[in-house]
């Protein structure tokens, strides 16, 4: 059984910082990547960052890129999304999610690479 809990969220104003925590707990043994989802409200959920859990390769959306930089400490079991120069679209409920698939960094850009979810920490951006 693998459980994932996000922490961290909360109320932060335009071009302020947060930073999620996600632990992994249970089976870490075949654990390829690690990444971070949102939905925003009335929205789609969508991809974030990800990171492979061994080597460390990230791949971003494009939104994203460059504000939220996305590590894992193998060591806590835990991975973090950094969060800089929120803006007010950035509001959502950040999903954190793990895929026991091999493969390249970017196929964890899609729903269906990823086996095991989080509940979801909401960060919310005032103007």
């Known amino acids: 059984q693998v459980q994932l809990v996000e922490s961290g969220g909360g109320l932060v104003q335009t071009g302020g910082s947060l930073r999620l925590s996600c632990v992994v707990s249970?089976?870490?043994?075949?654990?390829?990547?690690m990444g971070w989802f949102r939905q925003a409200p009335g929205k789609e959920r969508e991809f974030v960052a990800a990171i492979t859990w061994n080597g460390g390769s990230t791949y971003y959306a494009d939104f994203v890129k460059g504000r939220f930089p996305i590590s894992r400490d193998k060591a806590k079991n835990t991975v973090y999304l950094q969060m800089n120069s929120l803006k007010p679209e950035d509001t959502a409920v950040y999903y954190c999610?793990?895929?026991?698939?091999?493969?390249?960094?970017?196929?964890?850009?899609?729903?269906?690479?990823?086996?095991?979810w989080g509940k979801g920490t909401l960060v919310t951006v005032s103007s």
């Open positions: 999610a793990a895929s026991y698939r091999y493969g390249s960094v970017s196929i964890y850009r899609t729903e269906d690479a990823m086996d095991y």
């Open positions: 249970g089976r870490t043994f075949g654990l390829y990547a």
